[in-house]
């Protein structure tokens, strides 16, 4: 493909990343490629997706140097202008990333001469029965030893807003929409919907929608399960329920999950992607569902999804199972599968071919 603009977001917190940077920078001079550093904020204020990317000269590929959380904000920008993302690997305990950071300049070179896969990713979005804000007593709170908040969500002029079926907000979530408790001491009453069907009435500290992407994320720590990002569904977790169901719920990626804050309860936090966007009182809701736009992320080759999963989850073997030794591959990875096992997905060793895309 041919690269015209890159947008640059960097962790300037990390040496590493300031200086593979430099090394971004060089290489798009060297190719007389425009690159701008995009989500800073010198005005002293945060501005959303849209005017980072206009800013940015509408890049068509956004390079993240941190870890998971750089990644979230490079991709909040490349969604909304349909541009590649490239994630180079500066975190600790990151699924979302790519690249090594001493391989950022090969990784840039595998771009332009189209020697990438694209993987494509759900992302969520957003109805909601009010525009969503910050109270201003709440937002000095809320920034205190972080940077400025985003923006108040803008209403989407492309689709259509009505008593029943909200207010469409432009805002996309690669990880999860959250609903989440303000008071330590009071929990938040929620009514949660799947297609349109109560499931429940929850009382809870939080209750999140994640994509397969984020079944990694607060997700994971909230005790729901593991989604390969490859799947389509939307996964339901309650966090701290006081009730005796417990469990997440996967839905079909056409099944919207509607949350509604109940009359008793009290207000409510709304957070996408870890971003406070808004409070709601009781009495209103938020719609989540699959968004029709997609992140497209750069792979330079077959996602290792699991053995990731394995790496930095720090999983160990039961000890009976390790007195019998190591397990052998229990497929071939060396030879090609058969024709009943062609259509698989299945992770090759470095030697032999390899049917992931």
């Not at 736009?293 to 290792?304: T, Y």
């Amino acid at each position: 493909m041919t690269v015209s603009r890159v947008g640059l977001v960097v962790h300037s917190g990390r040496a590493e990343a300031v200086e593979a940077a430099c090394v971004v920078r060089a290489w798009c001079e060297e190719h007389a490629v425009r690159c701008t550093d995009i989500d800073v904020w010198q005005d002293g204020g945060r501005h959303d997706a849209r005017e980072e990317a206009e800013a940015a000269g509408e890049p068509d590929l956004v390079v993240t140097l941190g870890g998971d959380g750089t990644f979230l904000r490079g991709a909040r920008v490349a969604a909304e202008n349909d541009a590649l993302v490239l994630g180079v690997d500066l975190g600790r305990l990151g699924f979302l990333t790519e690249v090594p950071a001493v391989c950022v300049r090969s990784a840039l070179d595998a771009v332009c001469e189209d020697r990438i896969a694209i993987d494509s990713r759900m992302l969520l979005a957003l109805r909601a029965s009010c525009r969503l804000e910050v109270p201003a007593d709440m937002e000095a709170w809320v920034r205190y030893g972080r940077g400025p908040l985003l923006p108040p969500p803008q209403v989407r002029p492309d689709c259509e807003a009505d008593d029943e079926w909200g207010i469409p907000l432009d805002v996309t979530a690669l990880n999860d929409v959250v609903l989440e408790k303000l008071a330590r001491d009071r929990q938040v009453s929620v009514g949660v919907y799947i297609a349109g069907r109560l499931l429940a009435s929850y009382s809870a500290d939080a209750l999140l929608v994640a994509t397969p992407t984020g079944s990694t994320a607060y997700s994971f720590a909230a005790g729901g399960p593991v989604i390969s990002p490859r799947a389509e569904a939307l996964v339901f977790t309650p966090v701290a329920p006081h009730m005796a169901f417990n469990r997440s719920v996967v839905t079909a990626p056409d099944e919207p999950v509607g949350l509604k804050v109940l009359e008793r309860s009290g207000p409510a936090a709304v957070s996408i992607d870890g971003q406070l966007r808004g409070v709601l009182d009781p009495g209103d809701w938020i719609g989540v569902y699959a968004a029709p736009r997609r992140l497209r992320a750069v792979r330079l080759g077959p996602m290792d999804f699991y053995g990731r999963l394995r790496e930095r989850m720090n999983l160990t073997d039961a000890p009976a199972a390790v007195a019998d030794g190591s397990p052998a591959p229990l497929w071939s990875v060396t030879t090609p599968p058969p024709a009943d096992l062609a259509h698989l997905a299945l992770l090759r060793g470095p030697d032999g071919p390899s049917p992931m895309r």
